[in-house]
C-alpha cells in the first residue's frame, strides 16, 4: 500500500525555522520526482518546491533563498528545509510523487501519490 506521511509541521514565530519530513512507504523514491505544495487559509494550493531524479531542484519564487528540499532515497524520505520563515508562509504542506511531473511549472499527473498534509504557523 503506498503511502506518504508529512512531519515536523507547527507553530513558530516569524524569522524561525522548521523541517518538514515526508516518508514513504510502498513504492521508492529514486524513480519518481518529488516535491512539496501548501495550502494557506482562503487561498489556492500553491507548488512550494520539486526534486527531480537526479536531484535537481526547483522553487517557486516566493521560497528562493529560505527554503531548501532535498531527498534521502536510501531511506525513502523528502525534507523541506525552511528558514527565514513568513507569515505568509502558514499553510497545511504536502508532499507529493509522481513519475509523470516532469516541471515545477506544470500541475502533478493525476496519478500523483499525495500525503494527508502538515500544519505550518508563522506568528509575527
Same mark, same amino acid.
Given at each position: 500500500q503506498v503511502q506518504l506521511m508529512e512531519s515536523g509541521?507547527? +507553530?513558530v514565530q516569524a524569522g524561525g525555522s522548521l523541517r518538514l519530513s515526508c516518508a514513504a512507504s510502498g513504492f521508492s523514491y529514486s524513480n519518481y520526482s518529488m516535491g512539496w505544495?501548501?495550502?494557506?487559509p482562503g487561498k489556492e494550493r500553491e507548488k512550494v518546491a520539486r526534486i527531480d531524479r537526479n536531484g535537481r531542484t526547483a522553487y517557486v519564487d516566493s521560497v528562493k533563498g529560505r527554503f531548501t528540499i +532535498? $531527498? /534521502?532515497n536510501a531511506k525513502n524520505i523528502l525534507y !523541506?528545509?525552511?528558514n527565514s520563515l513568513k507569515p505568509? /508562509?502558514?499553510a497545511m504542506y504536502y508532499? !507529493?510523487? /509522481? $513519475?509523470?511531473w516532469w516541471l515545477l511549472s506544470l500541475d502533478p499527473t493525476a496519478s500523483a501519490y499525495w500525503g494527508q498534509g502538515t500544519q505550518v504557523t508563522v506568528s509575527s
Open positions: 509541521g507547527g +507553530s505544495f501548501r495550502q494557506g +532535498s $531527498k /534521502d !523541506l528545509e525552511m505568509e /508562509d502558514t508532499c !507529493l510523487a /509522481d $513519475k509523470g
